[in-house]
């Protein structure tokens, strides 16, 4: 079981920077795949990075590419987004979820066991 807690969401001006974190509890953090997704309202949940249990692979979806991200510090059970050039949008709902090992760089959010509540990323034109 693994509880995931995001933070770091808020409203920024276009161009501007954020970091998401997302805290896990439980011993087992290290062994997941961990990803981030958004959903911006009247919208289905959008597919944004992925990264391996040991860091080695990422997949980043290509709207994101070259802007955001992520990264894992596997002793601090934490899980982060690094966005820079924010756009409008961006704007969205943002969860941090873990999977097994196995799905890792998955796109489909049916492969992800465990989900935060989210944290409200707002950009502003």
């Known amino acids: 079981q693994v509880q995931l807690v995001e933070s770091g969401g808020g409203l920024v001006q276009a161009g501007g920077s954020l970091r998401l974190s997302c805290a896990a509890s439980?011993?087992?953090?290290?062994?997941?795949?961990m990803a981030w997704f958004r959903q911006a309202p009247e919208k289905e949940r959008e597919f944004v990075c992925a990264?391996?249990?040991?860091?080695?692979?990422?997949n980043t979806a290509d709207s994101v590419k070259g802007r955001f991200t992520i990264s894992r510090d596997n002793a601090k059970n934490t899980v982060y987004l690094q966005m820079i050039s924010l756009k409008p949008e961006d704007t969205a709902v943002y969860y941090c979820?873990?999977?097994?090992?196995?799905?890792?760089?998955?796109?489909?959010?049916?492969?992800?066991?465990?989900w935060g509540q989210g944290t409200q990323v707002t950009v502003s034109s």
């Open positions: 990264i391996s249990w040991n860091a080695v692979g990422t």
């Open positions: 439980g011993r087992t953090f290290s062994s997941y795949s």
């Open positions: 979820a873990a999977g097994k090992s196995t799905v890792w760089g998955s796109r489909s959010p049916n492969s992800y066991d465990y």
